[in-house]
């Protein structure tokens, strides 16, 4: 029994942890490219999450019509921040960038609460939700997908990286911004497309969390859990990122098994990923895979 | 330079005393004194609603000096505040309730109390750049707030803790009027410490750490002891200021002291302008002021055309929280300095008078 109920968990965590690596991928992607800390990346999400919900809910739209808008409309949304806000604080200290991204997610929280209310809705059924079994366990077909589509985005994103011609540039860009534009690289361009890119799979990570769980503002705390999966990982390294969020995953849900089996404290669950940033921050500051700072004077 | 009447149309200072001074004129003392003998009569000036307004200016701008201390004197940000504000609120409480401690001591031992907490979460940061310490300060929120809500003989867990009402050596102040006179002992005091700490050495060293880290590490500022030491004060104002709000409530809960709290306090200073001690009191004003103006508007919109449009009165919480993200972003956008930055043009301006340009 307890044992099935400690598998169960370590799947849920796996599949959590896997959606916090993308999220941490995102993040991370503005951070490596634009020295951009995004506080308002869980706001993207609940972006994403709400125009999908909106296009199928209140314009009717199929599911494969909808996906597909909304990425479109957050591909523009991401360019649209970056021009709009953030390039302006270019060459800003970087605490200021910080606080007009914390000022973006307060402005993206209220004005969906303002626009879609605040109670939860739920998603409405994209597949048939069904169980099956596998090795004896339930798991939830949502689940799979969720899965499917995390792992598909982390290696689209690989290749993106390896082989496609913006991603090289991003690379480069992230490098050495100076070398970069000598070589003919618009660093204007890769900053804007940094921002579409990871606007558009939070938005999937997004849809993906909502099609499980429904869409609420509570979407946005995978923004915050962000940080201890991109600490972990390394603040600049995309493949720690996911490792990161699948190790916070995976340690949400044991924490979870531990409470509930033997401390019985109750809701360690939700706060165990804090007290592993302020572990790592005071042991290991750079990370499992970041690289360490040196700065020449 | 206190000698003489006007700012003169120029920079005259010869000596290092005049370019620390606190008033740089007779006339700018004289009239700081003036302001405060009126603010003494406030309470019988004002009206209930104004006097809580100020009271609460009063007691925010106390957290958001501190705050200003860390963020503008020292380059590194916090987004934790608003906790450290509910700790020394908590421990206020705790202690004036348990222990035959007058509320008089206990403010100034909550705000100690808060100051070592602060140093528990700072001594990692310490080590970090600002970027990391905003990530620490984010775990310390979430980590005290799970800590409140645990320790129900500390906070009362999900039922509101009470305080005891302000009180000195048996002699206890009832209600806004007598307790306006306690806050605004401690603005005056507290932004008269904070004015002369950046007057000392200990304070050149933090703005030398602002400015440029590495120099000053070369200089020989020691930047982990004066980073925690910033990271100390900034919780040991946010302390104070718990403290007294809680005896100015009565009551303590932890509802509405989540990060959007924190993002307030950050939001004062950015307003009044990082950096600026007199633009901290101008940034709290700004930011307590503005949901009371929004309320007011939306009042007299009642029933005309864009009440109906916006459902103002519903959705009221929601737009302010707009205002206020909105109103950080345009400030850090448009006017970094805040609105310190804005009152020196204003008072350059007339220096030069009429013969500006």
Redesign the interface.
Known sequence: MNAQFLIQLLVNGLVVGTLYGVVAMSFVLIYKATQV?NFAQGELLLVGAWVCWALLVKFQLPFWIGMPLTLVFMFVFGIAIQVV?LR??IG?????V???T??????F???L??IFGVNPQPFPDVFTSKSIDIFGLQIQTVYIMSLVVSLAMMVGMAWFFRASKYGLAMRATAFNQQVAQSLGISVKTVFAISWAISATVSAVAGVVVAVVNGVSSGLSAYG?KV??AA?LGG?DSIGGAVLGGVIIGLLENIAQYVDSQFLH?G?LY??AP??V??II??IK?YGLFGTR?I?R? | MASTSFIPSGDFRTSYAADTTIFPTRTSRNFAIAGIALLCFAPQLFSEYWLSVSIQIGIFSIAALGLNIL?GFT???S?GHAAFFLFGAFTSAYVSNNFPIPVFFAIPLAGVVTALVGLI?G???A??????L???T???Q??LL?FF??AEWFSGGSVPASANPFSIFGYALRGDRQYFYVVLAYVLVSYLLVTNLMRTRDGRALVAIRDHY?SAE?MGINLTKYRTLSFGLAAFFAGIAGALYAHYQLVVSQEGFGI?RS?LF??MI?IGGTGSIMGTLMGTAFVVLLPESMEWISLHLKGSAIDHALSLNT?I??????A???I??AF??FE?DGLAHRWRQIKSYWKLYPFSH
């Not at chain 2, 080590?127 to 990391?132: D, E």
């Open positions: 800390v806000i302006p604080m800003e200290p970087i605490i200021s910080i606080m007009v914390i000022g973006l997610s307060t402005v929280q209220a004005a609460k303002w915050i940080f201890p600490i603040l404290w809701n939700e706060i804090f007290y940033l302020i921050l005071m500051p700072d700065e004077i | 963020v380059g590194q940000i987004i979460f001594v990692p940061a080590r970090l750049k600002g970027l990391y905003v990530i620490a984010l775990a310390a979430y980590i799970d809500s645990r590495l070369i959007e993002v950050l939001a950015i959705n919480t929601f737009l302010r929280e707009i206020i993200g909105l950080i972003i850090l956008m970094p």
